[in-house]
């Protein structure tokens, strides 16, 4: 069975950084390109990052310098590393494997807000 757990999410000041975890299970995680996304209250789902099987990253335009997305393919786990973080980067963060893009873990709520 496919799952994917987000954890580390929580309430941090503008300017604050959180480190997010991503815990898959039911792939062949090693082989499989992974990544975020987040949905901000309203709004639509978007993208945030990409991880490649060879540690390629590639990031959506407002998050570039700030997130730092990674893997560690032992702990079938990827990161998200989130610094100088914006009240506009509040919202639910989520994991996934794009090739099997109908599997959604229940997400890890970001706050930012003084």
Do not use: H
């Not at 000041?13 to 062949?28: N, V």
């Not at 997305?69 to 989130?82: E, F, G, P, W």
């Amino acid at each position: 069975q496919v799952q994917f757990v987000e954890s580390g999410g929580g309430l941090v000041q503008p300017g604050g950084s959180l480190r997010l975890s991503c815990a898959a299970s039911g792939i062949i995680f090693r082989i499989r390109t992974m990544a975020w996304f987040r949905q901000a209250p309203g709004k639509q789902r978007e993208w945030v990052a990409s991880v490649g099987t060879d540690d390629s990253t590639d990031y959506e335009d407002s998050v570039k310098g700030r997130f730092a997305i990674s893997r560690d393919n032992a702990k079938n786990t990827v990161y998200l590393q989130m610094n100088s973080l914006k009240p506009e980067d509040t919202a639910i963060y989520y994991c996934m494997a794009p090739y099997i893009s109908k599997y959604w873990g229940q997400g890890t709520q970001v706050t930012v807000s003084s």
